[in-house]
C-alpha cells in the first residue's frame, strides 16, 4: 500500500479535525492503520520502533486525543484489553475468539448505525439511538479444529 491514497495521509486527516500535526501522532495513526484490533502495547511497540524517545504516556495521550477526534475507533470485548482500529466509518461489528481471543471485522448488514431496533420501546423513552454495538462470539477456525481434534482423541 505505497500508493498515494488520501485516506493514508495522516498530517492532513490530523488537520481534518483541527489536531495539531505532531510526530506522534502521526506515528500511532499509523501503527493503528498497520495493525487493526491492536492493543495498546502493540501500538506502542509499533511506534517505538520509528520513535525511540517516545514515552508510554505520550502514546495513551495520542490514542484518546485521535478516538475523541473520530479517526480511530476504540473497542474492548469484555475480558480483553482496549484496542483500536482505523476503520472507522462503516459501523462494523466484530467476532471475538473465545479461546485465543482473536478479532475479526464483520460487515454490518444495514451500514449506518443504529442497525438494531430495540424491542421494547418503552424502555427507552426519552433515548435517541445513535449505536446498537454487536459482538459476535465463538471459536475461530484454528480453535474449532483444535477442540474437535481433542475430543476425538
Ligand atoms: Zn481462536
Ligand atoms: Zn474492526
Known amino acids: 500500500m505505497d500508493s498515494p491514497d488520501p485516506a493514508l495521509d495522516y498530517p492532513a486527516q490530523l488537520r481534518a479535525v483541527d489536531l495539531r ?36 504516556q505520550t502514546v495513551y495521550d495520542v490514542l484518546h486525543a485521535l478516538t475523541a477526534a473520530g479517526l480511530i475507533r476504540r473497542i474492548q470485548p469484555s475480558g480483553s484489553v482496549a484496542r483500536y482500529e482505523s476503520r472507522v466509518s462503516d459501523n462494523h461489528h466484530h467476532v471475538v475468539c473465545r479461546s485465543c481471543g482473536t478479532i475479526g471485522d464483520v460487515d454490518c448488514a444495514v451500514g449506518e448505525a443504529p442497525c438494531l431496533t430495540a424491542a421494547d420501546s418503552a424502555d427507552l423513552e426519552g433515548f435517541v439511538l445513535d449505536e446498537a454495538e454487536v459482538i459476535y462470539w465463538g471459536l475461530c477456525p484454528d480453535c474449532s479444529t483444535r477442540q474437535a481434534s481433542r475430543s476425538q482423541s
Open 21 to 56: 500535526v505532531t510526530r506522534p501522532r502521526t506515528a500511532v495513526l499509523e501503527a493503528v492503520h498497520a495493525c487493526p484490533h491492536a492493543d495498546t502495547e502493540t501500538i506502542f511497540a509499533t511506534v517505538r520502533g520509528g520513535l525511540p524517545e517516545v514515552s508510554r
